[in-house]
Each structure stands twice: as structure tokens, then as C-alpha cells.
């Protein structure tokens, strides 16, 4: 069965709606963890169009939480999402940061099961205030300093809920069920590894991701290459201090160790079998002058073209900052915050998008080589998938973006909603009739 003329002006008649939702999401935004807001909105939408949800621990692997902030900010963020409308009923639920959210359509016929994976996190980025922004200049920016959403994750979260409307009110012609994964944290890879190991994929048979990138509208790459392993890691060096003058035989100096660490970290060797990357991105160390220091703070990361180029990396890394810590006799504690495994699209799937884009006609430059060359935590569920023999994908839908991903003047073509939108409800519809037309 085609449902292609009957999705494409659903999502057409649903574009203002979509500009509406994501210009309230835009100027509400928040960061990984404390997504109280929009995991409330979307709870209570996704429950309006009849779907069974399930979020907070009931989706979450409290053990496999990644970069949790800590609990004062967790809380202050929780009272802001009330005050800013949040059903205080779910807030209670959601306590803690679990701010994960999952809805299931079942159309009550036998057949497979189609879930699609939305982040809902904004950056910790300060939006730009000038008239040069739309955002600004029209009056959606954001209303949370510290924090914007300059990745398109309030157009993601938009078109999931779109998709969910537009698939609602095909129930009664598909067969097997939809399954809606609303991610928190995926800035910093942080979030799907929890909702992985709990299981929230695993009654599915086709998993598909999807992101707004920098190329113009009407673009889609249906076969994303070169997902980057990656490993976030939180070093702490612990000295003693003492008066730098009078008696600095008797300090342990951490800011030498960090930077030592620091230096030493870009001289790791590469791997031969791919591409490999370390970068120190954060070094905090010292009170003053005349002080030895005694606490150093590093953020690294790590990345490798698989898994296993990472974890060679990953493990170099510690023993460098290990060797670092034992050669100026300071303690040093690493804490990993985020982490992501290699992948790549099953291609069966690939190739089924790719037809329903086509099919649509609304993209006019689709590509099978697009390079990703970063990394993305939808690779945990799509390492978890195709483990058992399932199909995931992970597909970049052009959106004109005003500036790169992670820039204080990101925004993007609104009209790329409607687009992701039509092409995620037809895939999903095409996959959920094959059984009805079969």
C-alpha cells in the first residue's frame, strides 16, 4: 500500500504547527539531563494521539547514565521546567534527570516493529542577540543563558511528534507497531547508551536516526559513512599545596602533572588501521602565584574509525595520564562522561529510505557517500540492533543552515521539518504495510 500523497499533505497542512512547536522548544532549551520541558510536552502529546508511553527509569539504565550533572542543577532545572509549564505530575516522575521518553503505537495486527530515534538536548552555547538572528530578530531565541539549542535537536523533537500524528491517524491501515524514542544527552554521547542497555530497541526490527546538517534543503544521505568511536573523559589531579617560596619541597604539583598529561597525550601513536584522534579541550589548574598547585582539571576525548582504534587510544590515554600523575607524586581519579562505538547503516534499510525519498520527490540531490568523520551515541542502538540480526540506519536530511552546528547564530530552514517528516512517516508506513499488502 502507498501512503505517499495522503503523508506528504498531512505533513504539508502540519507546517505551521511544526514552526510553532519548535520556536517554543528553541526558546525553552535544555541541556543533557534536564530535559523536563520537552520530555513533559512530549509525554503529553504523544498520550493525546493514543500511544502507550513509557519514560523515566521504566526507560533508562540508571548504571549507564553518562555526564549526570550534579544534583543541584538537576533540581533547579526540574523547578524552571515548572515554571515554564511543565505537568508537575510527570516533573516528580522525571526527578533525578531521567528525562527519557518512549511512546508505542500498536495497530493491533501482527507485523514488525519500526522505531525512530529523536534527541531532545540543547547545547551550552549562549544564543546570539543581535538583529542579524532570526531567532532574535523574530523573538524565539533562547530564554536560558548558557544555554541554546544550535543543533537542531528543537526540529528533531518537533518532527518526532509530527511522525507520531501523521502515523496515528494511519493506524488502522498498518499492521506491527511504532516505537518513538525520545533521547536525552546526546550532546557530549551521553544518553543512549542508557536507554540501549534498558532495552528500549529491543523489540524492534528496523531502528532509524536521523539529523539536520549543513547541506541546502532538498538534501538527503541515505548511507551515512565513518561514524567516529569516541571515548569523554574527566581527569582530576590531586596534589598539596604549599608556599612556593618558602617550602615547595613540601607541595605535590598537580598543574605540572595536568600539563604534562596534557602534552603527552597529543604524542600518542596512531593506529594504522584508521583514523584516530585526542584532544584536550579543558585544563583548569591553580589559586595563585604563589601557591603550589593542588588540583588540575582536564576534559579529553578520545576517537577512533572503529571501536577498537578508540579503545587503543582510550587505553594510551590513561596510562599517559597515570604515567603523568606518578612522575609528581600527585593522586589522579578519570571518570568517563560520554562514550559512542563505531558504526554503519545496514544497507538493506539504507536502500529502502532511499527509495521512499526518491518516491516522494521532495529531495533533489540524494547521496550513498556521506562522510560523518564525528561521532553519535544512535550508534549504541545501532551496534545493540544489528548484534541481533536487525537493521538500523542513520539518515542526514539538509536544512540551509544558517551556521555550522554548535554556532551562536545556528538555525535552519524550517521547512526541512515538513521534509523529515513526510520521509520518516512514509518509510515507517512502507515498512508497517508490507505485511498488509503481503
Not at 520556536?23 to 513533559?40: M, N, V
Not at 548558557?146 to 491517524?169: F, K, N, Q, Y
Not at 493506524?171 to 518513538?180: H, N, Q, S, T
Request: aromatic share 6%; hydrophobic share 40%; net charge negative.
Amino acid at each position: 500500500m502507498n501512503f505517499d500523497k495522503e503523508i506528504k499533505e498531512m505533513a504539508a497542512g502540519m507546517e505551521q504547527a511544526m514552526v510553532e512547536r519548535r520556536r517554543d522548544i528553541h526558546r525553552h532549551p535544555e541541556a543533557g539531563w534536564t530535559e523536563f520541558r520537552t520530555a513533559s510536552l512530549v509525554i503529553t502529546r504523544l498520550r493525546e494521539l493514543g500511544f502507550e508511553v513509557e519514560f523515566g527509569r521504566a526507560v533508562l539504565a540508571e548504571a549507564e547514565r553518562m555526564g549526570v550533572p550534579e544534583e543541584s542543577v538537576l533540581a533547579a532545572c526540574q523547578q524552571r521546567a515548572a515554571s515554564e509549564g511543565a505537568n508537575p505530575e510527570l516533573l516528580k516522575e522525571m526527578a533525578g534527570g531521567y528525562t527519557g521518553v518512549v511512546g508505542t503505537l500498536d495497530t493491533g495486527r501482527p507485523g514488525k516493529m519500526v522505531a525512530l530515534r529523536f534527541d531532545m538536548d540543547c547545547n551550552e552555547v549562549t544564543e546570539a542577540a543581535d538583529e542579524g538572528h532570526r531567532p532574535a530578530r523574530e523573538g524565539f531565541a533562547s530564554l536560558h543563558k548558557g544555554c541554546m539549542h544550535a543543533c537542531g535537536h528543537d526540529g528533531h523533537t518537533t518532527v518526532g511528534l509530527a511522525v507520531a500524528e501523521i502515523l496515528a491517524s494511519l493506524k488502522d491501515k498498518l499492521a506491527g507497531k511504532v516505537r518513538l524514542i525520545f533521547q536525552p544527552a546526546e550532546e557530549g554521547v551521553r544518553g543512549a547508551r542508557a536507554m540501549a542497555a534498558k532495552g528500549v530497541t529491543d523489540e524492534a526490527d528496523y531502528l532509524i536516526g536521523s539529523h539536520f546538517m549543513m547541506p541546502k534543503l532538498g538534501f538527503l544521505a541515505y548511507e551515512v559513512q565513518n561514524f567516529l568511536a569516541t571515548s569523554k573523559l574527566n581527569v582530576d589531579f590531586q596534589g598539596v599545596a604549599a608556599h612556593a617560596g618558602g617550602a615547595p619541597e613540601q607541595g605535590k604539583n598537580a598543574l605540572l602533572a595536568a600539563a604534562a598529561a596534557a602534552l603527552n597525550l597529543h604524542a600518542i601513536t596512531r593506529h594504522s588501521a584508521g583514523s584516530s584522534r585526542v584532544n584536550v579541550g579543558v585544563l583548569r589548574a591553580g589559586t595563585g602565584r604563589n601557591v603550589i598547585p593542588a588540583q588540575g582539571h582536564m576534559e579529553i576525548e578520545t576517537r577512533g574509525a572503529t571501536t577498537e582504534i578508540n579503545d587503543f587510544i582510550r587505553e594510551r590515554a590513561e596510562q599517559v595520564i597515570k604515567g603523568a600523575a606518578l612522575m609528581y607524586d600527585t593522586e589522579v581519579k578519570v571518570t568517563p562522561v560520554g562514550s559512542a562505538p563505531g558504526g554503519a547503516n545496514s544497507p538493506g534499510l539504507a536502500e529502502k529510505i532511499r527509495q521512499a525519498g526518491e518516491r516522494l520527490g521532495c529531495f533533489d540531490c540524494l547521496t550513498d557517500a556521506y562522510d560523518m568523520c564525528g561521532s553519535e551515541d544512535f550508534t549504541y542502538f545501532m551496534e545493540r540492533m544489528q548484534s541481533k540480526g536487525k537493521e538500523a540506519a542513520y539518515i542526514i536530511i539538509g536544512a540551509s543552515l544558517a551556521a555550522i552546528n554548535h554556532n551562536d547564530r545556528f538555525d535552519f530552514d524550517e521547512h526541512a521539518m515538513v521534509l523529515a517528516a513526510e520521509l520518516l512517516a512514509t518509510t515507517t508506513a512502507d515498512l508497517l504495510s508490507e505485511e498488509v499488502s503481503g
